[in-house]
Every structure is written in structure tokens, then in C-alpha cells.
């Protein structure tokens, strides 16, 4: 069982690894090759890269949050992570469309609904790629971070990308979720051996927090998917088998760009705490 209350205040996360050469190779296709005869959690074979109708059942609230936030206005936007590049296609014209995707076998059908850019966002983003891809309204990542080794230079760059005015989401599993607790290791996002990087809910938090966002919501989609059905319910009751779709699972975080000028107020604040904190002691 992670104990998440265990990190330091300045580690965010719990890390694993193993010798499964998938783990690195998102590049090389290693990771994609088996997208036509995917095998989830519940052993079932599935091609990903007919899965968009779902993809965008799933991601149902994300993307009307969008739409709503910045409808009637032109504006650009990125997926971290874009993969068969189903999110994007959900926006229309009036929006300039980037993904940023390293393995060629996921992006191949994907540059059909936006431009696809090859970067490796574990490492510092460089002045020309700055240059090349410029700032966005919004800048989303859905089941990117848990697979990385390096999600703090991860999170730089998502706000290097951002807009100050801008809105940036992203989505992981909870590792400290209801499920997760109950099913200890059988927990369905266990399952993945590329899951390398686990966040909490708290965990998660702070390191958006300290990294210079403001979060604003945290939502769970669950029950506008057609995970939520009666036979998911029921398998809550069997430890024994991999924990079922449950509401909790997944959290989407809902950020702003802290500006200088509230990144000032925010340390302000901070330290006249602390303060107050150390005359106490």
C-alpha cells in the first residue's frame, strides 16, 4: 500500500520501476506496437485507434469546459501527449490545433486534425521549439505524467507553453483512490507496468501548487461515461479479481498560470505564515 502522507514536502510522488523495456521507448514505438491487440486491465483485447467515440465520451466534461470557457473566440491549443489525437479533434476551425506526440506510429493518422510536433518534454524546452510553437490558450496532458520519469520538467514546460491568461488540464490516476486502498495491488491502473510515476490527490496538488499554478477544480468522470453501469458496481465486491472502473480512479485537475504579481502575493503569504508559525514553536 503507497503511503502518500510519507514524501517530503518537496517530493511529490511515488516512483517504481522496473526492467520492462516499454517504460522508455515511447519514441521507437516499444509502448504503441501493440495498440491494435491492447489488453486492459480486464483482459480485454482492444484497438486503441478505433476508440475515438469513446476517447471523447471519457473526455465529455474536459472538453465542454473548454468550448464554454473560450467559445466564440479564436484560440490554440495543445495536447501533451497527443497520441491517436482524438481530443483535438473534438474542437473546430476556430481553434489552431498542436500536439506534441514522440512516437510516429500513434501520430501517424492524428496530423489529420492538428500539427503534430516531435519533443521530448522530459527535458528542458528549448528557445527554438518556444519559437516554433509559441504560447496557447489551453494546454492539456490525459494520461501522460504517470508514465514519466521526469514529471517535474514536465510540469515547467506546460507552463513555459501557457498563455498568463491561460488554462491547462491534466488528468492521471489516483493511486490513493478508493480503489486504490480497497484493491491494493489488484487496482486497475496497477496493471500497466509503465505506470512508473504515481500522484495522489494531495500529491498532485502540491506539485502544481508550488509549480506555479493556481488549481481552481478537481473533477472525477465517472458518471457521464459508460463505465458507470451496474455490472462496474457489482465488481466492487470481489477483491479478488482487478479493481472495476469507479469514480475517484481518474482526477482531472482544472489550473491557471499564477502571474509574477500573484506569485509575489502567493510568497508573501507564505512567509507571513511561517512566520507566525516559528513565534509559536
Known amino acids: 500500500m503507497n503511503n502518500f502522507f510519507k514524501l517530503n514536502y518537496n517530493n511529490y510522488f511515488i516512483q517504481k520501476f522496473s526492467n520492462n523495456k516499454k517504460l522508455r521507448n515511447f519514441k521507437n514505438n516499444l509502448y504503441w506496437k501493440d495498440f491494435k491487440n491492447f489488453k486492459d486491465p480486464d483482459g480485454k483485447l482492444r484497438n486503441l485507434s478505433i476508440e475515438r467515440k469513446k476517447k471523447l465520451i471519457d473526455l465529455k466534461n474536459e472538453i465542454r469546459f473548454i468550448k464554454n470557457k473560450f467559445k466564440n473566440r479564436k484560440c490554440r491549443i495543445i495536447d501533451l ?9 473534438a474542437f473546430g476551425k476556430n481553434w489552431e490545433k498542436h500536439g506534441i506526440e514522440l512516437s510516429d506510429l500513434a501520430s501517424h493518422d492524428s496530423k489529420k486534425w492538428s500539427q503534430i510536433h516531435k519533443i521530448d518534454l522530459e527535458k528542458k524546452i528549448t528557445i527554438s521549439d518556444m519559437k516554433k510553437l509559441g504560447k496557447f490558450d489551453v494546454v492539456f496532458s490525459y494520461h501522460v505524467i504517470e508514465h514519466l520519469k521526469n514529471p517535474n520538467q514536465f510540469i515547467l514546460n506546460a507552463r513555459e507553453l501557457l498563455k498568463d491568461d491561460g488554462i491547462f488540464i491534466l488528468g492521471t490516476p489516483n493511486f490513493d483512490s478508493g480503489c486504490a486502498r480497497l484493491f491494493k495491488k489488484k ?30 477544480n478537481v473533477d472525477y468522470p465517472y458518471f457521464e461515461t459508460y463505465h458507470f453501469n451496474l455490472n462496474n458496481l457489482k465488481k466492487l465486491f470481489n ?43
Open 81 to 89: 501527449g497527443s497520441g491517436f489525437g482524438f481530443f483535438l479533434s
Open 187 to 216: 487496482y486497475r491502473f496497477f496493471h500497466d507496468k509503465t505506470h512508473i510515476t504515481l500522484f495522489s490527490e494531495n500529491s498532485l496538488f502540491r506539485l502544481l501548487d508550488d509549480y506555479g499554478f493556481k488549481v481552481f
Open 239 to 281: 477483491k479478488k479479481q482487478v479493481s472495476p472502473p469507479f469514480y475517484g480512479n481518474i482526477m482531472t485537475f482544472y489550473t491557471k498560470k499564477r502571474s509574477k504579481k500573484s506569485l509575489k502575493e502567493y510568497l508573501k503569504y507564505k512567509t507571513q505564515r511561517f512566520k507566525k508559525l516559528i513565534k509559536q514553536i
